[in-house]
């Protein structure tokens, strides 16, 4: 009995603790010794991927003597925790060794009380930044045009103070520092389709140093419902909505009647570009019904700061609610870029600083973009630049809303950019 005690503790002892997998990561040290870092270790996660059960699709083809090869590694995410327990130079290559532990699983528990809160986000890059620490990347609003003007009617100037609102709720997060531009527009008519702003994006983004441009439509704003309402005296604040009643007993009641509406729709697209590229990142639709007191009033101004005086307006505020939500969980999965907006020697100006959430004694990856290099898909658009890596950099300074840092590795040069190596 004892024996069996034993073995059975043996077994449960070894499908508590996970196997353990070794590779050994190269880089060039050209870029410098922490970009040669970053990459080596990219290289190694790569391998243990690979024995973790990945496999590499890939072909190589040879034309006038040149030989080309792609590659792709179909495999999960390293499970388990990585460690470096050897590095070394030797002819200009840096050779990384790491160690991979498997974590034990841990059950699930059997029952989830209903009172407790369950986050259903999927993790992202956002969520391994170290605790008190936030990025918030730089975008832009812009101009919402109404598709149907006429249905419009008591939302005040809502293709302006609409992207302004979301630009304000937007900022509260900690992903995002957006600007209202709610005086640019990416569209010269109505109707366009979100793929056609690519390239007016992409330069109100060059022009305002913006990651990301946001833009969108008011698609609908209806009333779908009317129902009769007395409205005696011609007290003030009649809704402009309302008609005269024309039905059975018209005579009797006389213009007391009126037929007012009940019930109104919200409907709003959204789209996300990425400033470098102009690539469409998100095109979602939101939208909403609200019933009760939905009508436009001459005695009540309808702005973001009245959007709860009204059974309307409380709606279209959850409307927005749901938008940023979205909003922000794309913006927080992508890198925090920023751009280089002055070189001098190893001295760098960077245009991100402590409001976007930099300290002093961060390290930043310097890429270079290509712009020779575009990337286009099978319909001819752009979908995208190759960059180059050309070294690090080391924030010394950081003041409001610049940093100073200096290089280690290449040099670097205005319009380049800077990104968080992953941790």
Not at 328 to 345: D, K, S
Request: hydrophobic residues 45%; neutral net charge; contains cysteine.
């Amino acid at each position: 009995m004892r024996r069996l005690t034993c073995l059975l503790a043996c077994v449960f002892a070894t499908a508590a603790h996970g196997a353990r997998y070794e590779a050994e990561g190269i880089a060039s040290l050209g870029a410098g010794r922490s970009a040669a870092r970053e990459l080596a270790l990219d290289d190694a996660r790569r391998q243990v991927a690979v024995q973790q059960g990945g496999r590499y699709a890939g072909q190589s083809e040879s034309a006038s003597g040149v030989l080309a090869e792609s590659s792709m590694l179909a495999a999960p995410p390293v499970q388990g925790t990585v460690r470096v327990v050897g590095e070394r130079e030797a002819d200009g290559l840096l050779y990384l060794r790491v160690v991979v532990d498997d974590e034990p699983a841990i059950p699930a528990p059997a029952v989830i009380p209903a009172s407790t809160p369950v986050s259903a986000a999927p993790a992202c890059a956002g969520s391994t930044l170290p605790d008190g620490r936030f990025l918030k990347r730089r975008a832009l609003t812009t101009f919402f045009p109404l598709d149907v003007p006429r249905e419009a009617a008591g939302l005040g100037e809502i293709s302006a103070w609409l992207p302004a609102e979301l630009a304000r709720r937007l900022s509260m997060r900690d992903v995002a520092s957006v600007e209202d531009g709610s005086r640019y527009t990416l569209f010269a008519g109505q109707g366009a389709s979100p793929l056609a702003g690519r390239a007016a994006a992409r330069g109100f983004a060059e022009r305002s140093g913006a990651q990301f441009v946001l833009a969108g439509r008011v698609v609908d704003t209806a009333v779908v419902r009317q129902a009769p309402r007395f409205s005696l005296f011609g007290a003030p604040g009649t809704t402009a909505g309302a008609a005269d009643y024309t039905g059975p007993f018209a005579g009797l009641v006389g213009g007391s009647l009126k037929v007012s509406p009940t019930a109104r729709r919200f409907v709003v697209d959204v789209w996300l570009y990425d400033g470098l590229t102009g690539a469409l990142l998100m095109d979602e639709r939101f939208e909403g019904e609200a019933s009760g007191d939905v009508a436009p009033s001459s005695a009540r101004a309808f702005t973001p700061w009245q959007l709860g005086s009204s059974d309307y307006g409380r709606m279209l505020s959850a409307v927005l609610d749901r938008a940023v939500e979205r909003l922000a969980l794309n913006i927080g999965c992508l890198p925090f870029t920023a751009r280089v907006a002055r070189a001098e020697g190893g001295q760098v100006v960077v245009d991100a600083g402590a409001v976007d959430g930099l300290k002093a004694g961060d390290r930043l990856m310097v890429y270079r973009p290509q712009p020779a290099s575009e990337v286009r898909d099978a319909a001819g658009r752009d979908i995208g630049m190759s960059e180059v890596l050309v070294g690090d950099l080391m924030l010394s300074q950081v003041q409001p809303r610049l940093a100073i840092g200096v290089m280690r590795g290449g040099a670097a040069q205005t319009g380049d950019l800077l990104r968080f190596p992953r941790r």
